[in-house]
């Protein structure tokens, strides 16, 4: 997994609805975890209730990842 090959280790934020159609079958947070873990790999996982894979998903939740990752960067 890319997670072990990484030059810099900056902190993560994935947010994840708990009512995405792909969630058990394709997407699989839990095995991003579990490497994060293994790799030391600063991650924050947020499943978020009631959100699907839908537009109104993303839009809910972008301005917080842009802030957080440019928390990171400029670090």
Not at 14 to 32: A, I, S, T, Y
Not at 36 to 49: G, I, N, V
Request: proline content about 5%.
């Amino acid at each position: 997994m890319l997670i072990d090959e990484a030059a810099e280790k900056l902190p993560t934020l994935v947010d994840q609805g708990d009512r995405d159609d792909f969630l058990l079958n394709q997407l699989k947070p839990e095995v991003l975890v579990q490497a994060a873990k293994a790799a030391h790999y600063p991650l924050t996982l947020r499943m978020q209730p009631g959100y699907d894979h839908s537009y109104f998903f993303i839009a809910s939740f972008i301005e917080g990842h842009l802030r957080h990752h440019a928390a990171a960067l400029n670090s």
